[in-house]
């Protein structure tokens, strides 16, 4: 099955540690997109990647760091400068980005970070 | 910054009954799309509507777009328990890529 997997599904971090959200999809998407979720709020972007070794900070990307360097993975690294990481953390993709043309994204079942 | 806005927040009613839920954006848009997300998953897609159009249907799911008031409703009638969950509207701004931006959700309760 075609799909978006978000591991782990839960994630501690301590005071002073990074730690890394991993986003995978075999959809064959060419665009994926992180977003932050806090309780009874919407979804703020924090980077996306339109292709391979490309990406683009989002509204919120300070704290945060990503890389692209295979189409299907997208991993997000919560440093410790970002002092505020309790969050759900959802992963997303699209099709091909054409201008004019944002197609659907299909999300993972995100991440819960949380602080020890 | 979110520029859709959805309204109510929060919608409770009966199982039958239909829903209806709200989203006003700012800017022009290129299309805006529905998603729903039950507690604790990841976000799903329902429909999506293109700027010329004024309605779209799927299923029990009924869409209206009105670029003039910038506003979109959706409605899902004979609700089900299974409904029960988040809303969500995104718009996808006009004008080369630019990336979409999701309201605040509403939140629907259907009672059994």
């Known amino acids: 099955d075609g799909g978006i997997t978000q591991s782990p599904k839960y994630l501690f971090r301590k005071e002073g540690q990074n730690v890394t959200l991993s986003c995978e999809q075999n959809l064959n998407h060419d665009a994926m997109y992180w977003y932050r979720q806090d309780p009874g709020q919407g979804l703020r972007l924090i980077y996306y990647s339109q292709i391979v070794n490309d990406f683009q900070k989002g509204d919120i990307a300070e704290g945060y760091s990503v890389s692209r360097e295979k189409k299907e993975s997208f991993p997000l690294t919560v440093t410790s400068a970002q002092k505020n990481p309790t969050a759900f953390y959802l992963c997303?993709?699209?099709?091909?980005?054409?201008?004019?043309?944002?197609?659907?994204?299909?999300f993972g079942d995100g991440t819960r970070l949380s602080i020890l | 910054s979110q520029q859709g806005e959805e309204d109510p927040q929060a919608l409770s009613i009966q199982e039958g009954e239909n829903a209806t839920m709200n989203c006003s954006y700012k800017?022009?848009?290129?299309?805006l799309q529905w998603y729903r997300q039950n507690s604790g998953r990841g976000l799903v897609h329902l429909i999506l509507i293109r700027s010329n159009e004024r309605e779209k249907h799927s299923g029990r799911l009924r869409v209206t777009l009105d670029t003039s008031k910038k506003s979109s409703s959706l409605l899902i009638t004979a609700s089900r328990a299974a409904d029960t969950a988040s809303y969500f509207c995104?718009?996808?701004?006009?004008?080369?890529?630019?990336?979409?931006?999701f309201g605040t959700g509403t939140k629907l309760q259907v009672i059994p």
């Open positions: 995104a718009t996808a701004p006009s004008g080369g890529y630019q990336k979409v931006t």
């Open positions: 997303a993709s699209s099709g091909t980005v054409r201008a004019n043309s944002n197609q659907p994204q299909h």
């Open positions: 800017t022009s848009i290129n299309n």
